[in-house]
Structures are given as C-alpha cells and as structure tokens.
C-alpha cells in the first residue's frame, strides 16, 4: 500500500496509510455492529494489531524506497531481487490460503496456512521468476513458450518426486483428479493454478516491479529538490550575512 502511495506521487504516504488503516477497522467495526456479517467479529486488540502490521509494512516499503539509489547498478539488482521475492509471498499466500492444502502425511500439515505447500511455492515462483529474468529472446512470445515449457518439466518432475518416491499428495478435496501421468491430483482449479503458474508469477512480479521502480524515482525526485531548496536556503542565509556585513 505504501509503495502504491508513492508511487502516485501522494505527499504524505505513511499518514495517508495509517488514515487508511484507521478508517477501515472503524468501518469492520460499524459494520459488526449493524450486524451486516460482512466481517468476522475481531476484538479491540486484533484491531489494533491490524493497524500495526499495516504501518509495519508501510515502514519496510519505506526504508527500501528510501535507501535505494537507482544511480547504482548493484541497488537495482538488489532491489530487484526483493521485487522477486515479494511477488513470489505474494502469489504463495494467495494460492495456498486459498487452496488450503492439506496432505496424506501430518508431518507436512500445520495449522492456518501449510507452511510445507507455502515454502514450496515461494521457492518455486522465485526461480519462476528469477529464471525468466535471465532469457535473453527477442521473440516475447518464444520467451513465454521456454519458461513454460522448463516449468511444466520441473514441475513434473518434482511431483514425481513427491507422489511415487514419498508417497506424498494432498487429500483435503474429495474426488481428486490428476492432471496428467498419473500426477498432481486436486480440483479443476489447482489443475488450472499449476499449469498456468507461470503467467500468474510473472505477471505479478511485472506489476510490483513498475509499482516499486516509479515509487524509487518518485523519491528520488523528491530528495533532489528537497536538497536543492536546502542548498538555495543555505546560499541565501550567507548572501543575507555578507550584505549585513
């Protein structure tokens, strides 16, 4: 949210966050007491857990945006790779919140969201991504057909691994399927997921790539004439000084 912010050239991003923030748990609330259900029932401390986690998030996008110098190579490789990695949480927590997947074996099971399956997919959509990164094909549409084509081996290959060599599947929907060879059982909509995976990553990891590079330029843009009405100030205070002199 912060990173959007700024990128929209807001003034004041934190504090517009943290009005954000507000005015939405103020509204769960109202809604909770209209009994309109819209929203599960939170308590006091949950609200305000809310409003920290959001504002803590706003902090990190704040300290990555500011100390990110665009004039240096080794900066936007780093700030790259965080893009990267922040699409690849993203997309993770989407899809297995959404799937909630839970397995044959209870060693692979935790409460909430399966760690096992987010872990798993955070690695994956990170070398998804980062691997597409490293294509140099001038023909956009050759390059998506390699990274799909790589993809749907690897993945293959890695549910072959899963399935016959651990024994292992998920078992939380009824009437499982597999995809194809035998393998990746699960609703229509994972088969979906899984054989598209690869646009969806990518796709996200594009749009958080412009929002976080604009917000960076935004910034800097910013520091630049924030410096330079410093410097005018300074120039006027000593011309101010000589002419009293």
């Keep these: 949210m912060y990173i959007s912010l700024k990128a929209l050239h807001a003034k004041k991003p934190l504090l517009i966050l943290l009005c954000i923030l507000f005015i939405y748990n103020v509204m769960e609330v109202l809604f909770i007491y209209f009994a309109l259900n819209i929203f599960k029932p939170e308590t006091v ?3 305000f857990t809310d409003i920290i986690i959001g504002m803590l998030g706003g902090m990190i996008g704040f300290s990555i945006i500011r ?3 665009l004039n240096k190579k080794t900066q936007i490789r780093k700030l790259n790779l965080f893009t990267i990695f922040l699409a690849s949480i ?3 927590w989407l899809w297995v919140g959404f ?5 044959n ?3 692979y099971n935790s409460p909430g969201i399966n760690i096992g399956a987010f872990v798993f997919w955070v690695l994956g959509a990170f070398a998804t991504i980062w691997f597409s990164t490293l294509i140099r094909l001038s ?3 050759l390059k998506w057909l390699v990274i799909w084509a790589l993809y749907l081996v690897c993945l293959f290959a890695v549910e072959y691994f899963g399935f016959v060599i651990l024994s292992l599947h998920e078992s939380s929907k009824a009437n499982a399927q597999p995809l194809l060879f035998g393998l990746i059982h699960g609703t229509p909509v994972l088969h979906f997921v899984y054989a598209f995976s690869p646009f969806f990553t990518i796709s996200i990891y594009k749009g958080l790539q412009v929002l976080l590079f604009k917000a960076a330029n935004v910034e800097k843009s910013q520091l630049k004439k924030a410096n330079a009405s410093k410097h005018r100030d300074t120039d006027l ?3 101010t ?3 009293n002199k």
């Design 90 to 92: 993203t997309y993770a």
């Design 241 to 243: 000084l000589q002419s």
């Design 67 to 69: 100390f990110s110098s």
């Design 99 to 103: 799937y909630q997947y839970d397995y």
């Design 237 to 239: 205070q000593q011309i």
């Design 45 to 47: 401390n949950n609200q």
């Design 105 to 107: 074996q209870e060693f």
């Design 139 to 141: 023909n956009i549409w």
